[in-house]
Nanobody
Framework: QVQPVESGGGLVQAGGSLRLSCAAS????????MAWFRQVSGKEREFVAA????????LYADSLKGRSTISRDNAKNTCSLQMNSLKPEDTAVYFC????????????????????WGQGTQVTVSS
């Protein structure tokens, strides 16, 4: 069982930056695709970014494209999301997700395509 654990959320002013981290508790998530999603209360969980199992390929939602970078360090069993030029509309709970199968060959952007989820970390951007 893989248990992702997020950290790095907080309160930041518009235009600021945050770096979210996801660490694995339990079995390693090396060789599994990973992603970040976000959710505002009362709304559906929204895809933010994904990275393939090797870290070579990434995919971003239009909402954060050009303002964020997803990366992973398989040696340290971590995945990060660097977010810059943050806007108030980026305020949400951000979740780290891990695929259920190794060596995925395509990006997955729906929440139901991910098997393991962290508890989420709150990001609040003030105007």
């Amino acid at each position: 069982q893989v248990q992702p654990v997020e950290s790095g959320g907080g309160l930041v002013q518009a235009g600021g930056s945050l770096r979210l981290s996801c660490a694995a508790s339990g079995r390693t998530f090396n060789n599994y695709g990973m992603a970040w999603f976000r959710q505002v209360s009362g709304k559906e969980r929204e895809f933010v970014a994904a990275i393939n199992w090797s870290g070579v390929s990434t995919l971003y939602a239009d909402s954060l494209k050009g303002r964020s970078t997803i990366s992973r360090d398989n040696a340290k069993n971590t995945c990060s999301l660097q977010m810059n030029s943050l806007k108030p509309e980026d305020t949400a709970v951000y979740f780290c997700a891990v695929e259920g199968s190794k060596y995925g060959w395509r990006f997955r952007v729906r929440p139901d395509e991910y098997a393991y989820w962290g508890q989420g970390t709150q990001v609040t951007v003030s105007s």
